[in-house]
């Protein structure tokens, strides 16, 4: 482990390769203190009476956990004063959050899932913090529109894992580096400098609880994965899901494997194109995947390509060891 190398510094470190100013790096050091204080809350749980629901739902429908409104609450208190954003948007929050009169706009726009496997909090699971951030083309102030660009126009993609450690895992474009919480000078340290995704795996992450209604691409790589050795694969394959992406995108970035919530027939018959929202989900999850040298795709198209048509859109999500993804792609193209 490169000793002394701090979040803060290999932040500085990545802009400045990259030609910036270090303004990004002012942005990332308020997204770490964010990130600490929300690790501190989720460590604490009961003890700091921030567990069970909130008894409302969000713009998803989806029931929000005091947590998740308490972490959004986090996440922009700790960013919007640093002069670096022009707006905010998040899974909590119907429309964008602009930067108030108070405080200096900036040039960048970040997206974010404050706590995503929120449904985890109230039973000890993995959560994590996802963030996106992307340039502010426009003049003046913001607005939701400004946020409609595609993967490929991230500056910077990460995530914070609260789980046995607190990890924060982020690239800048240049390969993909993880860090892990050190409580005893209360900050990130480099413990994972290169992170790389195997590009063959045996182990796949979907919730099977939805298997009467994936399609046939879906239903014919899973069945091969469960044939094992007796099957067309020839080798033994392994099953994780943990409720969170963040959980699972981390142990694929950390030992291979391929991530899957597909389109199924439920969506289809609702009109939705998948579970997962792609400015503060895919889209970061899916920059740290191609960083690490593996794949993010849809079946038909790769997330990075997306053109946004809504701050909260959903897509289907495959992602992870490139010659997964690539045996998926190839069963959803001819298949479609
Ligand atoms: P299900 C969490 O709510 C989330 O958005 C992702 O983090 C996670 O992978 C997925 O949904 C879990 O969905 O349907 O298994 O509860």
Excluded at 82 to 95: I, V
Excluded at 189 to 217: G, R
Excluded at 284 to 305: C, S
Excluded at 313 to 320: E, T
């Amino acid at each position: 482990m490169q000793k002394g190398m701090t979040f803060a510094r290999f932040c500085a470190e990545q802009e400045a390769l990259a030609g910036g100013n270090g303004d990004l790096t002012t942005l990332l050091d308020a997204v770490n203190a964010a990130c600490r204080r929300l690790s501190d809350l989720v460590r604490r749980g009961e003890m700091a009476g921030v567990l069970g629901a909130a008894g409302q739902e969000n713009v998803q429908g989806e029931e929000q956990k005091k947590l998740d409104i308490i972490a959004n609450d986090v996440f922009i208190e700790s960013t919007e004063w640093t002069g670096q954003l022009a707006a905010l948007a998040s899974e909590e929050m119907d429309n964008h959050y602009p930067i108030s009169g108070q405080f200096k706009r900036g040039k960048f726009l970040m997206t974010f899932d404050p706590l995503d496997g929120s449904s985890n909090i109230d039973v000890n699971g993995a959560t994590g913090t996802i963030f996106s951030i992307t340039r502010f083309e426009g003049e003046g102030t913001a607005s939701d529109d400004d946020f409609l660009q595609s993967g490929r126009q991230q500056v910077c993609a990460g995530y914070c894992l609260y789980s046995s450690a607190s990890m924060m895992v982020i690239t800048l474009g240049n390969g993909v580096a993880g860090f892990t919480l050190d409580n005893s000078i209360g900050d990130f340290v480099l413990t994972h400098p290169s992170m790389s995704v195997p590009a063959a795996a045996n182990e796949f992450a979907i919730n099977a609880a939805y298997s009467e209604h994936w399609q046939a691409p879906v239903k014919q790589y899973i069945n091969e994965c469960v044939l094992g050795s007796d099957g067309v694969r020839g080798k033994a394959f392994n099953m994780r899901w943990a409720g969170s992406m963040v959980g699972d995108v981390h142990r694929i970035l950390c030992r291979g494997g391929v991530f899957l919530y597909p389109l199924d027939e439920r969506m289809i018959a609702k009109g939705t194109a998948g579970k997962l929202r792609l400015l503060y989900e895919a889209n970061p999850m899916g920059m740290l995947m191609e960083q690490a040298g593996g794949l993010a795709h849809t079946g038909l198209q790769n997330i990075l390509d997306i053109q946004p048509d809504g701050l909260h859109q959903r897509v289907p999500v495959i992602m992870g060891s490139s010659e997964e993804v690539e045996r998926l792609i190839e069963y959803h193209q001819s298949q479609s």
